[in-house]
């Protein structure tokens, strides 16, 4: 594995990634950056969520961005507000010590008129979800003819969360780009519908392994129990935690509200986050979480999308999710930036060779705790 350095980032930005504790490129970075940096044609990356492909992307928009000129020259589009703002706050500390390289990040939910204030100033990268991009572009808040890089991420929870329609349109309105850049963790048919109508006929495809991409700091176990022993289960690790901080994954919205009543009436400070919240209920739930108000939250899967909370001790799976990508995207809210973390899933007897699927798949092993 080769250095920032050798992968061509110069010094100043990799000042910001040190303070970030980055310093040393995953497989994603290792094999995106030098071909975005010296081709920076068209490219398709298959990697989870969690191998860092926001530096992956992130790192070579900033260098090929010119400071000096006040266009709109990156777009990144991310399905949810949450990872759209995730991104915008990475883009910003890797800029820490580098010349100033102006970010905008446009959400719904926000406030409309503010957004179209900012987009008065010098704005060089766009980082945006679909329905919010095409509104302020139609009432011409912003242009993106100016732009050079187009970046999709999450490709494929986009298209799930029907934004087809919307995505033609950004291809469309972008056609003066030099390059698209579509990161996806899972490369549906829909997806091949999109890359053949807008994108160069010979993309450079990159896929990153499943069994590379499981953080190792994370200590994987499983229980044993009925469904109707879980909520008991839950509470007493939970007694133990003191001070440690965690999230309990549910694969239901009404699983998620059900879990929650039962903690809080043993006396638990939980909150949850599931798909039914308005944003303003969600931003209230997510900001008691990061300011420690909430020592546990209880998330479903797609409310879950861009949890980026620094210092949670573990994860537990009340249920496992559908997909073995969630499982990583779950476990990965845990054991970051070189800490350790414990992922605990609770599993009725029958689920067993579940346990050994997720192994076999991620190249992990797991433990059982009794």
């Known amino acids: 594995m080769k250095t920032f350095k050798e992968l061509g980032i110069p010094a100043n930005l990799m000042q910001g990634l040190q303070e970030l504790g980055i310093i040393h490129p995953t497989e994603i ?46 777009l990144i589009v991310a399905p949810t507000r949450e990872l759209a703002k995730q991104i915008g706050k990475q883009l910003f500390r890797y800029t820490k010590f580098s010349e100033k390289i102006f970010v905008e990040v446009l959400c719904g939910g926000d406030n409309f008129d503010k957004q179209v204030a900012a987009l008065q100033r010098p704005t060089h990268i766009v980082v945006a979800t679909p329905g919010r991009l095409l509104d302020l572009f139609q009432k011409k808040a912003l242009t993106l003819i100016h732009v050079k890089h187009l970046i999709l991420d999450e490709a494929d929870e986009m298209l799930s969360m029907g934004f087809k329609k919307e995505l033609v349109k950004i291809f469309g309105l972008t056609r003066a780009r030099k390059s698209t850049w579509l990161f996806s963790a899972t490369i549906p048919d829909a997806i091949h519908g999109l890359i053949k109508d807008c994108m160069s ?29 879980k909520t008991d289960v839950i509470a007493n690790f939970l007694k133990r935690q003191q001070d440690n901080r965690g999230v309990i994954f549910c694969r239901t919205k009404a699983g998620a509200i059900i879990l929650g009543k039962q903690l809080t009436t043993k006396g638990f400070p939980v909150d949850v986050l599931q798909g039914d919240l308005t944003q303003k209920e969600r931003d209230t739930v997510m900001r008691s979480f990061k300011k420690e108000r909430t020592q546990f939250l209880i998330a479903t899967d797609v409310a879950a999308r861009g949890i980026d909370v620094e210092g949670l001790s573990f994860v537990i799976h009340h249920q496992l999710p559908e997909q073995v990508e969630y499982y990583t995207h779950r476990s990965g809210r845990t054991a970051r930036a070189g800490k350790k973390g414990i992922s605990i899933t609770l599993i009725e007897p029958r689920e067993r060779p579940k346990i050994t699927k997720l192994e076999n798949d991620l190249g992990l092993s797991f433990s059982e705790v009794h």
């Open 29 to 74: 970075q290792d094999k995106a950056i030098p071909f975005l940096l010296e081709n920076g044609g068209d490219l398709i990356a298959q990697a989870q969520t969690g191998t860092g492909k926001t530096a992956a992307f992130g790192l070579p928009l900033l260098i090929k961005v010119n400071p000096k000129s006040p266009d709109i020259q990156g």
């Open 201 to 229: 006929e010979k993309p450079h495809l990159l896929k990153i392994d499943k069994a590379h991409v499981v953080n190792r700091d994370i200590d994987h176990q499983f229980k044993i129990c009925s469904r109707d022993e």
